[in-house]
């Protein structure tokens, strides 16, 4: 009898690890929200070629027009991790909201002026009207060409969180000037408008990918296999003619189709630990500013230890 509950115990004990290992198969869905600007790209190309996919991830990506509706999506439990910035990560912490930061992005942020106004005109001006998305990044790379160029003390800032909306009020001239990511600032170029400044400028790079700390804990291996992928869509990125794919960061994205042929990609990198020099001035500014009262270091919001190894 015991002969037979032994061979019972040895075939149950079987299937029960065959099912775990069948569990661990199948594909691991990490959901991440993308802001539309060209730091998105990686993102949206990993999914397009199937570097996901091929490590046995199922990665679904949610584009948004402003950061207020990421943030939402986001803090409710429906996203895994998404773009942000610096500002972010430390507003939810002081939140109570654990997520760490665990990359850099491409972000650069130009602050453009209306296409009637050349860069003299705007600089001259007693009150420039400047649209921005308020306390994010936009914000912040506002400040600091505005105290760069001299006007700080005399603009006003006029809040406009959807992206589209602030490129459009632009061209139709209702501001004077409009802080935009890429490839909308070139859009905004391209109808006249002239470059004042931008985070490039003073070599920051504020715009970060974030995962929530539960996301981590639960999906290590996959957290690894997505940056491999990410890595993998940077060298993709790097030797391909930017029209081969433009039309589909149009579709995804809501890129303008009429920079197919004039919008020059940046030289993507391959993912890299948040910038911790950028991190301190941020979070000086935020202190400066009143945004937050916490003192947070860069090693408590970062997380790299799911990066490929250089």
Known sequence: MKKYLGMIMVIILSFS??????????????KIGVISDVSAVPFIIAEQQGFFEKRGLDVEIQVFKSAVDRDTALQTGNLSGAMADMLTIVFFRDAGFDVKMTSQTNGNYRLITSPKLTVEDFLALQSPQ??????????????????????????????????????????????????????????AIADGGALVGSTADFSLYPG??????????????????????????????NQTDSTVYYD????????????????????FTIAMPPD??????TAAWMKQ??????????EELT????????
């Open 17 to 30: 690890l065959l099912a775990g290992c069948a569990a661990q198969e199948k594909p691991q869905t990490i």
């Open 130 to 187: 400047i649209g921005l998305s308020s306390n994010t990044v936009i914000d912040f790379a506002t400040q600091k060409v505005a105290e760069a160029k001299a006007f700080d003390g005399r603009m006003t800032k006029v809040a406009i969180p959807q992206m589209p909306v602030r490129l459009e009020m632009l061209r139709a001239g209702g501001l004077d000037g409009a802080t935009l990511p890429e490839p909308l600032a070139t859009a």
């Open 208 to 237: 970060i990918f974030m995962m929530t700390q539960s996301t981590l804990d639960q999906s290590p291996k996959a957290i690894k296999g997505f940056y491999a992928a990410y890595d993998e869509a940077v060298a993709y990125l």
């Open 248 to 267: 589909y960061l149009v579709e995804k994205l809501g890129f303008p189709a009429i920079l197919k042929d004039r919008f020059e990609m940046p030289e």
């Open 276 to 281: 911790a020099k950028t991190y301190e001035e």
């Open 289 to 298: 500013r009143e945004l937050t009262k916490s003192d947070y270091t860069y």
């Open 303 to 310: 997380d790299i230890s799911y990066l490929p190894k250089s």
